[in-house]
């Protein structure tokens, strides 16, 4: 069983910067892909970013390229999501998930956090 523990959302103005975190318990997920998700109210959740198990590669929606960034350190079990510049369509409750493989796979994600809200506002 894997455990996943969201933190770092907030309210934020336009033009600001967060940095999210995912804290996994559990399994280690070092030979796992990991993503970001985000769902605003009334739509359907859409894919933000996700980093394969080593780090080296990442995979960005097109909405956030050039201003958002995803991390992981596996010693610490942990993922991060610096999002810069950021834009009040980039509301939403953002949910941290490892994937079943060790890259990204849209229909791969096989355990979820309880998400962290972000709000961009002025």
């Known amino acids: 069983q894997v455990q996943l523990v969201e933190s770092g959302g907030g309210l934020v103005q336009p033009g600001g910067s967060l940095r999210l975190s995912c804290a996994a318990s559990g399994r280690t997920f070092s030979t796992n892909a990991l993503g970001w998700f985000r769902q605003a109210p009334g739509k359907d959740r859409e894919f933000v970013a996700a980093i394969s198990y080593s780090g080296a590669d990442t995979y960005y929606a097109d909405s956030v390229k050039g201003r958002f960034s995803i991390s992981r350190d596996n010693e610490k079990n942990t993922v991060h999501l610096q999002m810069n510049s950021l834009k009040p369509e980039d509301t939403g409750m953002y949910y941290c998930?490892?994937?079943?493989?060790?890259?990204?796979?849209?229909?791969?994600?096989?355990?979820w956090g309880q998400g962290t809200q972000v709000t961009v506002s002025s």
């Open positions: 998930a490892r994937n079943g493989g060790p890259f990204h796979r849209i229909g791969g994600y096989d355990f």
